[in-house]
């Protein structure tokens, strides 16, 4: 192993970090500080993604109400939803416009 990468790329092996070549690989890794901070930085921003979704679906089962969660969280979390639908919006509109 000598590179990992979070996006697919021609000749690179899928994995997962349970790997025990992917924990070798951070062991002896010359940069291996600054490259286990961007493994964790990479799942720390997917988690959140994960904790977002599961936020919906326990208020959309009636498990929690949003209003539960401390007003700065909430925020946060109306913030996101708003840039993502925005986002989805202006992806969707451009990809329908013949060029």
């Not at 997962?16 to 010359?30: C, I």
Request: aromatic share 8%; no cysteine; charged share 30%.
């Amino acid at each position: 192993m000598t590179a990992i990468d979070f996006s697919p790329e021609p000749g690179f092996e899928q994995s997962n970090l349970f790997d025990p070549k992917v924990s070798a690989f951070l062991q002896s890794s010359a940069e291996n500080n600054q490259l286990i901070k961007d493994v964790l930085d990479r799942v720390d921003m997917e988690m959140g993604r994960v904790l977002e979704d599961l936020i919906d679906v326990l208020v959309d089962k009636g498990v929690m109400n949003f209003t539960d969660l401390p007003e700065p969280e909430q925020n946060k979390l109306l913030f996101k939803k708003t840039i993502r639908n925005s986002l989805s919006r202006d992806y969707s509109i451009s990809n329908e416009i013949p060029l």
